[in-house]
């Protein structure tokens, strides 16, 4: 096989079908494109700029290096970049266990058979995007998301088309309020992005320090005491880039609907049903959330 081409392997119960279906929901995400049946991402990594394509082979995701350093460190690097945006090392069985005990949810285990948490592997993008998408629909969100990347990331080109690369926390810190603003970003989501880069840029905050907290909470707390990081940010974060299953993001619409529509609250006040719910399922609460969204693009709920 060619320096380009990385085989990597996934945990039985994996389908690039269902990952490919969330990447490929008819947003304009800036951030991936999709060419036929592969997605095509550019990332900023220690050894210089990658551009690279993932496909489904069989029990594999083949990666291929299209642009960008091609070194063993390189290589390992995204291999495990990869793995990690998949979580294709994780044996979601237990978790098919539990979804089969349920008469609610058990349909899932089939219906949406082989689909991962897909992740956000780099906490600062994960927050900046948060961030962005609070209080906005979906549609706008990503507008915003494109305005910013493409003004202050950088790029890669390749095959007659440009592919973003999320900015640094470093140019992102020096970004000027008034043109967020421009850019249709509030004053106050214009200051937090601009507060979080600047914290990041001056190394208060990393994924290696959060990494290193003894758990959920203080993990939660490190993240709060950030302007524009609310609890829904932060356990989205949590469970985005450190795959944390406590990190359920209460009070998400979409959440709120699919636990209506399969029965489980009649009423979104109905707080004790949700813990009482997601208690069923420990270890593997926000994998539960992430199968829950997912189940809003069905017609009709069982």
Known sequence: MDQQTLLI?????????????????DYDDCMHTIRGESVLKAIRTPFGDILFGVSGDGEFLKTTILNGPVTPDARNFLADYVADWFDVRRDIGPFYELL????????????????????ISDMFEA????????????????KLKRRMVERYGTHIGWGGEVFPVFPAPEVLAGANIEELRAMQFSQKKAEYVVGIARAFAEGKLCPELIAALPDFESRQKALTAYKGVGIWTANYVLMKTFRMPEGIPHGDVGLLNALTGHGIIGERSEKDKIEAFFNAFPGWETYLTFYLWRSLAVKRLP
């Open 100 to 119: 089969r005990a349920d008469s609610r949810v058990a349909y899932m285990a089939e219906a949406f058979r082989g689909l991962r948490l897909v992740g």
């Open 127 to 142: 927050i900046c995007w948060s961030i962005i998408g609070q209080q906005i629909n979906l549609t706008f969100a990503y």
């Open 9 to 25: 392997p996934a945990s039985p119960i994996f389908s690039f079908r269902e990952c490919h279906w969330f990447l490929d929901r």
